[in-house]
């Protein structure tokens, strides 16, 4: 029974307190009602977050979501590059096509 009730519950209260952790000045955050933003100060249980150029809010901690940026430390991934196709040839055949429906 603790397994099925008690253990889920600690595991979901440990990642929201690990995700309030995270919250740093700096971080891009979103919010629970899908706002995207910077985090530039954090005061107790308020956090004030840029959501634009010179447009600053004040939001609760718990209504952060999630963290969207990673530690700057990490250094960003290199983007793919898509590998390049090769080109057709001009000999080959075109596909073949179906004849038009004539109902």
Known sequence: ???LLIRPQRRRQQAAQHLLTQIGVGKEIVTAGGLF?????LEGDEVRVEIADGIEVRIAKRAVAAVVSEDEESGE????????QPEEQPDEEPPATLPPDSA
């Open 37 to 41: 933003g910077t985090v530039t100060a």
């Open 77 to 84: 991934q290199p983007e793919e590059q898509p590998e390049e």
């Open 1 to 3: 029974m603790w397994f």
